[in-house]
């Protein structure tokens, strides 16, 4: 975990807690929410990856992909998912993916080439594996463990993905999800929210999501346009940004 993380949700627990154990298990819980979903314990040295089998490898991706509750979810949809976002974005030759979890493990069915994959996220763990993926794969990338919290990444690219990102942000800092945006150095950015159903009892949350979406964009006060690309149990948007004021 990125001791960052720790560190700023010590700084914002301590003041509330009855005593030190009453501290820890406050941090606990927030850590909890925001990276809880990995099973931890997966490792991959980037030679286990069996790069030179054309079948192997999407299984060997899936396999591991299975392992994380918010990448699991999309699954059965990963062949329509990536390609109906560049339908309105156009194929990338750069990525930033924020909070990546191991979604860059989904590379087999995004249909990039040899784009540039910028991943970040405050788990050490999924980015360790994303790390040893992307060295197997011979992927241009550049990976790094950071709190999104403290600001986007300076790095330039096509389209900044911040799938199922901002509802995870809005647990830890109510202007997170809106500075990140800000501060995003790309032309279009994608944000997801889980929706397990979108029809029938889900219909509140859907309109709770879309009501986000709007009040963020608004917030950033840099959004063109916004279209979307949704798969059934994920709500996704494609948001065009005004460039970059610095
Ligand atoms: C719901 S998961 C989504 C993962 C991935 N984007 C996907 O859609 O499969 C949220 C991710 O955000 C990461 N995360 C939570 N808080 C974060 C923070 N402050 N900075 C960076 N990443 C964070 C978690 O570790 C987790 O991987």
Known sequence: MDPALVARLAAEELPKARNADDAVKRVKRRLHQAVGAFTSGTRMAADAWPVEDPEALPAACLAVM???ASTRERLEHLESFYPGIWRHTGVPRSILDLGCGLGPLALPWMGVGDARYVATDVDEGAIAVVRSFLEAIGQPHRVETRDLVDGAPEEEADVGLLLKLVTTLDRQHREAASHLLQGLRTR?????FAARSLGGRGGGRVRTYRER???LATDS???RAIEEASVPNELVFVLALEPHDG
């Open 221 to 223: 006060g840099r959004v």
């Open 66 to 68: 299975r392992r994380h």
């Open 188 to 192: 279009h950015a994608v944000v997801s």
């Open 213 to 215: 979406l709007e009040r």
